[in-house]
């Protein structure tokens, strides 16, 4: 993957995006169906890729990196983004109005490996973390 554009480096923001974009079409290829891309809550809640695997509502945090330099990118999702992502999830599945508990869903995470000159490298982490406690359905 290219990394530069007219010789100068692509921006944090921009490499942010592309990993999104690329997570998205990995998500599609392994079967998943992309219902929605960054989902903002009223709350506060933020949800990268919403999406369907088979029976189960995901919703998936997407952490691009060029390098391991400073770790695997799944070392970013810490207690105070999962508290994000999990009341986005929440206000996605009350704008479902289905009976609480009716619904199967998880949390997972896309770490996408952007190295200059090579091919997106992808993993995928299923569970990756619960719900965090207070934060409930309903």
Request: with cysteine; aromatic share 8%; charged share 30%.
């Amino acid at each position: 993957m290219q990394l530069t554009r007219n010789g100068e480096p692509v921006g944090k923001d921009e490499i942010g995006c592309i990993g999104e974009l690329l997570a998205a079409r990995h998500l599609r290829s392994l079967g998943f169906k992309v219902l929605y891309r960054n989902f903002r809550a009223v709350e506060g809640g933020e949800i990268d890729i919403v999406c369907r695997d088979d029976q189960v509502l995901a919703f998936v945090e997407v952490k691009t990196r060029t390098s391991l330099r400073y770790g695997r990118p799944i070392d970013a999702v810490t207690m105070d983004k999962r508290f994000l992502i999990a009341r986005g999830a929440m206000a996605w599945i009350r704008l479902l109005d289905l009976p609480e508990g009716s619904i199967n869903y998880r949390f997972d995470v896309v770490e996408v490996l952007l190295a200059d000159g090579e091919p997106p490298d992808f993993n995928l982490v299923k569970e990756a973390f619960e719900t965090p406690e207070p934060l409930i359905y309903g």
